[in-house]
Every structure is written in C-alpha cells, then in structure tokens.
C-alpha cells in the first residue's frame, strides 16, 4: 500500500511542482552548494520574504565559505541585522571556518561530514545534500510534516517532531536520485503554499482526491506542537535590541560601547542586564573594561 501511495504522490506532485513552484533564489540552476547552505540557515524560523534580500546581499559580499571565513564573526552578526536568532550568523561563521580548514572550502557533501559542522542538524544536512548536490535522502520540515499529517495519516496537525519522520518521508521518496530530490522540494512547497497550517486551499491541491484527511471529512486533532513564546516584551526582544544598538553604534569590531550606553532606556533593567549576559555566554556580545562589542575573532 505505501509503494502504491508513493507512487500517487509523486505522479501528482512532481508535474504540478513543475508548474507552480515559486521562484526562489536557491532554486535557480547553479546556485551552488555555499548558497544553499546559507539559505537554509536562514530560513530557519524566518519568512522567505525577509530572507531573500538578506540572502542576496550576503552572498554578494562573501560568494565563498573562505570569503566569509576571512572575516572576524562580528561582520557575519552585523550582516544578519534582524533576521533574528543572530546564533546562526555566528555558527555560520564557525561552519565557514570549518569548511575552509577541513574541506578546502568546499561544502561537503556527505551527511556525516555536514552534520559535524557547527550549527547544522539532521534538516539542515540532508537539505544541502539534497538540494545541493542531489543525492537521495528524506528532508523533513514543518510543512512536510504537515503534509504528510493530512495526506497519509488524515490528521488535521503533525504531531511533535521525531526520528519516524524521516523514515516515513523516505519511504514516499521516488527511487531516482533526481526525483527524490524535486519530491522533497515538492512536498514543502505543497504544505508552504497550499497544505497550510490555518488556511489550507483544498480544492487547488493535487492530491486531495487521495488525502486522507479530505477524505475522512476533514476532521479537526489537536495540535501538539510546542508554541513560540510571544517575541514582544521577550528577552528576545531585548537581545535584539542590544545586538542592533552595538551594530548601530559601531563601526568595526575593534570599537564598542560602554555597557551602561547600551539601550539605557530599556523599560525593564533587569531583562536589558540579562540579554547582555545572555549574548555573553552565547559568544555574540564581549566586554573589555566595560566596553561591549560585537565578537572579533
């Protein structure tokens, strides 16, 4: 039954993938493994539209792992700006120092040898050599998740993410290596644009003839995921505010700001005091005589 589900699946979405898929950046033939690697960073809990520029810009600044690798991290954290979780700008950093030392600058492309990298998980390994280099491996993330939810176990929602995941989307993955790699990207089109969270446009998605969850009526299961905590009046608002005033404020790593010049106005001192030494223990902020800057090396 699944050999048969998997086929369906990929008869439907391949073709309709070829036709609707966005026009994204990483996307474009020749893209390369570094920008892959650097979008996928990126879009980590972060909307495409607000990484596209950002991507761009940071591409054309360091086209290479070396390039970036040339330069002290608190130029990664300053070209981040406000993507959020600047943690990635500096674990890319580090993978651009890894990559170059270990690799001769080139973005491996087994599994293993990029799962060894700083900052870079199971999703974020198999997307590059996936996407990169089109080798056949399941990539799983939330929407592929909720895709298959609906489609094959008719839940409205995934539950909590697990090692299954992967074992269950490689089970619905073509045997070619291409058309492994376009299903993968079809699946998290389908549940990006389609098979929504909140809103999802049933009667334009290509497998709603055999969705299980269309076909039991749609019914409504809990959604067991953890929830984000609310960004406005967070500490990590105030980290964000404090990385943005030492990015503001300085113009190289070498200069910095006196602590008690760092968004001295914050209406709760107590969490302002915290994100510092938050940042601190996190690498991205360091102090000298009581002078903040952003990490030099």
């Given at each position: 039954m699944r050999s048969a589900l998997r086929s369906d699946l990929a008869e439907r979405l391949l073709p309709w993938y070829a036709r609707e898929k966005r026009d994204l950046p990483w996307r474009a033939a020749g893209f390369g493994a570094w920008g892959v690697l650097v979008?996928?960073?990126m879009l980590q809990q972060t909307p495409v539209n607000r990484v596209i520029p950002r991507l761009e810009a940071w591409l054309a600044r360091w086209p290479t792992p070396t390039a970036l690798a040339a330069d002290p991290p608190?130029?990664?954290?300053?070209?981040?700006?406000?993507?959020?979780?600047?943690?990635?700008?500096l674990w890319l950093h580090r993978a651009a120092v890894e990559i170059r030392d270990r690799h001769d600058g080139v973005v491996p492309r087994d599994v293993d040898a990029l799962l060894a990298l700083t900052g870079i998980g199971d999703y974020t390994?198999?997307?590059?050599?996936?996407?990169?280099?089109?080798?056949?491996?399941p990539v799983v993330d939330t929407n592929t998740r909720r895709v298959i939810a609906r489609a094959v176990h008719g839940r409205a929602q995934p539950g909590p993410p697990h090692r299954r995941d992967l074992q269950e989307m490689d089970a619905l993955l073509p045997a070619d290596d291409a058309e492994a790699a376009v299903m993968n990207a079809a699946m998290m089109e389908l549940g990006a644009v389609v098979c929504t969270a909140r809103s999802p446009r049933c009667d334009a998605c290509p497998v709603r003839d055999?969705?299980?969850?269309?076909?039991?009526?749609k019914p409504e299961t809990p959604d067991l995921r953890r929830r984000q905590a609310r960004y406005e009046g967070s500490d990590r608002q105030a980290r964000g505010?404090?990385?943005?005033?030492?990015?503001?404020?300085?113009?190289?790593?070498?200069?910095?700001?006196?602590?008690?010049?760092?968004?001295?106005?914050?209406p709760d001192a107590l969490q302002r005091d915290r994100a510092i030494l938050s940042l601190l223990d996190d690498g991205l902020v360091e102090v000298d005589d009581g002078v903040l800057h952003l990490p030099r090396a």
């Open positions: 979008s996928e960073f608190a130029e990664a954290v300053r070209q981040w700006a406000n993507l959020g979780y600047p943690r990635r700008a390994a198999r997307a590059v050599a996936v996407f990169a280099y089109e080798d056949r491996h055999t969705c299980a969850w269309v076909q039991a009526g505010a404090v990385l943005r005033a030492l990015r503001d404020a300085t113009s190289s790593p070498a200069t910095g700001l006196p602590q008690e010049a760092v968004i001295p106005d914050w």
